[in-house]
Nanobody
Framework: QVQLVESGGGLVQAGGSLRLSCAASGRTFSTYAMGWFRQAPGKERDIVAAISWSGGSTYYADSVKGRFTISRDNAKNTVFLEMNSLKPEDTAVYYC?????????????????WGQGTQVTVSS
């Protein structure tokens, strides 16, 4: 079992930055691929970024490439999402997820554990 707790969301103006953190419980954190997803009202939950268990491979949605950076610290059981040049369309609830995978999973169904989400609101 893995429990995930996100933090770092909030209200920011367009062009600003936020850093999301996801703290995981359990001693097997380093064996999980980790992902960040987001869900806006009335829309599906979509992948934002994902990182392999080692941190050696990453994936980014086209909409955030060059602006967001995913990273992890296995010693601290934490995964991060650095978000720069934020746009109003980035407004959503952001979820952290853990999945049993050797790769970089991109789909909701590939993840086994989810956090409760943190709200990110970008004003224009």
């Amino acid at each position: 079992q893995v429990q995930l707790v996100e933090s770092g969301g909030g209200l920011v103006q367009a062009g600003g930055s936020l850093r999301l953190s996801c703290a995981a419980s359990g001693r097997t954190f380093s064996t999980y691929a980790m992902g960040w997803f987001r869900q806006a009202p009335g829309k599906e939950r979509d992948i934002v970024a994902a990182i392999s268990w080692s941190g050696g491979s990453t994936y980014y949605a086209d909409s955030v490439k060059g602006r967001f950076t995913i990273s992890r610290d296995n010693a601290k059981n934490t995964v991060f999402l650095e978000m720069n040049s934020l746009k109003p369309e980035d407004t959503a609830v952001y979820y952290c997820a853990a999945g049993v995978s050797l790769g970089v999973p991109r789909f909701v169904s590939q993840y086994n554990y989810w956090g409760q989400g943190t709200q990110v609101t970008v004003s224009s």
